[in-house]
């Protein structure tokens, strides 16, 4: 069965300082999705990335990057500088693509607070 | 134009009785989810409909029911509602089902009294 590990439950950090957040995964399929969701306080899921598991490059995306390594399991979020308004609780998802119908399986998630 | 939406936001309401929870997805996909989002936020899958056609059921008790019309639609409909019913419930779509992106609804926040 797949399962997603987000260890640090809360992550408190002082604006503009660099913070990463850990994702780690199990599965036994050899393809499978890595997914990153964003919910502020206002609680919508907002997406962030989609990564196939053939796919290790890493991401960037403005203040944003992503370090997807299948040798650990691991897919970590790193934003750089943050801001107060990143501060949210940010989810890690598997998605499993070829045993039957998947779904995404989340972790607990990660609060991050950012204060000023 | 909201891509995923559901009504109400909020709903409150005694145990006991029976409720809907609506969703509508203007994004043209194929495929519908419930997630229930508890007091600790985890999420987690109810339901998964693809064209129409109940794909995915989770251990969920059987006073859900979820009710799809047409592709673009997937309803929610709880019965003799319960204090631990109380949760959000998340609609999401995606185009396919195996390993698309999922989008997500604002949410429906349930209060059960």
């Known amino acids: 069965a797949q399962k997603v590990t987000q260890a640090q439950t809360e992550i408190s950090v002082v604006e503009k300082e660099d913070v990463t957040l850990d994702c780690v995964y199990e599965?036994?399929?050899?393809?499978?999705?890595l997914f990153w969701y964003k919910q502020p306080p206002s609680g919508e899921l907002v997406f962030l990335i989609r990564r196939n598991s053939f796919d290790e490059q890493n991401e960037i995306s403005g203040r944003y990057s992503w370090n997807f390594q299948k040798s650990t399991s691991s897919f970590n979020f790193t934003i750089t500088a943050s801001q107060v308004v990143d501060s949210a609780v940010y989810f890690c998802a598997l998605s499993e693509a070829l045993s039957g119908y998947s779904t995404l399986t989340f972790g607990k998630g990660t609060m991050l607070l950012v204060s000023p | 134009d909201t891509a995923v939406s559901q009504t109400p936001k909020y709903l409150v309401t005694q145990m006991g009785n029976d409720k809907s929870i609506k969703c509508e997805q203007n994004?043209?996909?194929?495929?519908m989810y419930w997630y229930k989002q508890d007091s600790k936020k985890f999420l987690k899958i109810m339901f998964s409909?693809?064209?129409?056609?109940?794909?995915i059921n989770e251990t969920v008790p059987n006073r859900f029911s979820p009710k799809s019309p047409d592709k673009a639609h997937l309803n929610l409909h709880i019965n003799s509602l319960e204090l631990g019913d109380s949760a959000v419930y998340f609609c999401?779509?995606?185009?396919?089902?195996?390993?698309?992106?999922?989008?997500f609804g604002p949410g429906t926040r349930l209060t059960v009294l």
């Open positions: 994004l043209g996909h194929d495929t």
């Open positions: 999401a779509s995606s185009p396919r089902v195996k390993g698309d992106t999922q989008y």
């Open positions: 409909y693809n064209n129409k056609e109940l794909i």
């Open positions: 599965t036994r399929d050899t393809t499978y999705y």
